[in-house]
C-alpha cells in the first residue's frame, strides 16, 4: 500500500517542503523545494503557501495525504506541538507550529526536533537499520543525539533527553552549547573552527608558515577548509582533526557505557571524514569504555547522506502512521 506524506524541515538558514511516498519499508522522495528561513511570521507564511503548491502540482489532499512530519531545532514540546525559542531561530517564541499546520492544510502533523528526526530516519532507512538499541549523532554546526532505546524513541521527560553536546569533557577548549571544554565544542563544525583557529594563530605568532591559510584568513577558517587540507596530507590540518577525533571518541565512550548501545551512527562531519578519523577515535573508545559494552557496539557513519533532513522530516510523518 502506498502513502503519501509531507515534510516541513525548519533550519536556521533554510526550510524546506518535501513530498515522498512510503511503501512497506521504504520511503521515496518525489519532490522538494527550499527556501531561506526569515522573519518567523514570513517564513511560516512561506511554509504553509509552499505546502499547499506542492498539495496542488501533486493533486494530493486530505483524503489521500496520510500525515505531515514537522522537524527543527529545540527546545521544542513534541507532545503540544510547540516550538520554544531554539537559539538557531530568532522569534521563534512559544510557536504553536502544529497546530497552525493544521488548521492551514487539515491534515494531521507532528512536531520533532532535527536530532530525534534525524534518529527515527536513520534507524527506520539507514545505518541503524534492524537494531533495537542505537544513538544518532548529528555532528554538523552543533552536536545533539537522538535515542532509539528498546526499539522506541526516547525523549525525557521533557524533550531534553539526547543533549550530549553539553557534557564537559575537558575544563578548557573550544565553546560549544555555551561551556568551554563540551563535547559540541570538540565535535562539531563550530568546534573544529575554533580548534583550527587557535591552532593556527598559536602556530603564525612563532612565525610558521601555513600553506592553506594566511594570518588576514585565519578568522574565516572553517571545518572543511580544514578537511581539505587534512585530506591533501597537510600535518597541522590532520592534528585538528585528531583532536576532535581524540575527544569525540571520549564523549563515545560515556555513551557507550551509559546506554550500551548496538549500533552508533554518527552523521554530518564524521560521516564525510570517517575514515581519517575512525583510527583515532576508536583507540580511545578502546582505552576509556568497558570493554564489554564497546565489543557489541559498531560505530556507523550515517547512510542517508545531504537528504537526511529530507527523510527525517517524511520519517516524523510515518510516526503518525504507526
Given amino acids: 500500500m502506498k502513502e503519501n506524506l509531507l515534510g516541513i524541515d525548519i533550519g536556521g538558514t533554510k526550510c524546506a517542503v518535501i513530498y515522498g511516498i512510503k511503501q512497506g519499508d521504504q520511503v521515496d522522495i518525489v519532490d522538494k523545494v527550499k527556501f531561506p528561513t526569515t522573519h518567523v511570521d514570513e517564513t511560516i507564511e512561506h511554509l504553509l503557501e509552499e505546502t499547499k503548491t506542492m498539495m496542488q502540482k501533486h493533486k494530493l489532499d486530505s483524503s489521500n495525504t496520510h500525515a505531515i512530519g514537522i522537524c527543527c531545532g529545540g527546545p521544542l514540546n513534541s507532545e503540544t506541538g510547540v516550538v520554544q525559542s531554539p537559539p538557531n531561530l530568532p522569534g ?6 502544529v497546530s497552525m499546520v493544521e488548521k492551514a492544510i487539515g491534515i494531521h502533523a507532528c512536531l520533532h ?19 533495537k538499541n542505537m544513538v544518532f549523532l548529528t555532528f554538523g554546526t552543533g552536536l545533539g543525539a537522538g535515542l532509539v532505546l528498546n526499539g522506541k524513541l526516547y525523549t525525557g521527560t521533557n524533550d531534553n533527553a539526547g543533549e550530549v553536546g553539553h557534557i564537559r569533557l575537558a575544563d578548557f577548549g573550544p565553546v560549544g552549547y555555551g561551556k568551554q571544554g563540551s563535547f559540541e565544542g ?8 575554533q580548534l583550527a583557529q587557535a591552532t593556527l594563530m598559536e602556530h603564525m605568532q612563532m612565525r610558521e608558515s601555513v600553506s592553506w ?16 587540507a587534512a585530506h591533501a596530507g597537510d600535518a597541522l590540518a590532520q592534528t585538528i582533526y585528531d583532536t576532535s577525533a581524540t575527544y569525540l571518541g571520549k564523549g563515545l565512550s560515556i555513551i557507550i557505557d551509559v546506554l550500551n548501545p548496538e549500533v552508533i551512527v554518527i552523521g554530518g562531519i564524521y560521516s564525510r ?4 578519523m575512525r583510527p583515532v577515535m576508536e ?11 564497546a565489543d557489541v557496539c559498531e560505530i556507523r557513519p550515517a547512510e542517508l547522506g545531504e537528504q537526511i533532513g529530507d527523510y527525517a522530516a517524511l520519517t516524523v510523518a510515518a510516526t503518525l502512521l504507526d
Avoid at 92 to 97: E, G, L, R, S
Avoid at 113 to 131: H, I, P, S, V
Fill in 213 to 228: 591559510c594566511n594570518r588576514e584568513e585565519v578568522r574565516q577558517v572553517d571545518a572543511l577548509q580544514v578537511a581539505q
Fill in 273 to 276: 571524514n570517517h575514515e581519517m
Fill in 92 to 97: 521563534w517564541d512559544k510557536i504553536p507550529i
Fill in 113 to 131: 526536533n532535527d536530532a530525534n528526526a534525524c534518529a527515527l530516519a536513520e534507524w527506520k532507512f539507514g545505518a541503524g537499520r534492524g537494531t
Fill in 283 to 293: 583507540k580511545i573508545i578502546k582505552r576509556e569504555a568497558l570493554q564489554g559494552a
Fill in 186 to 193: 570538540f565535535a562539531s563544525g563550530g568546534g573544529i573552527a
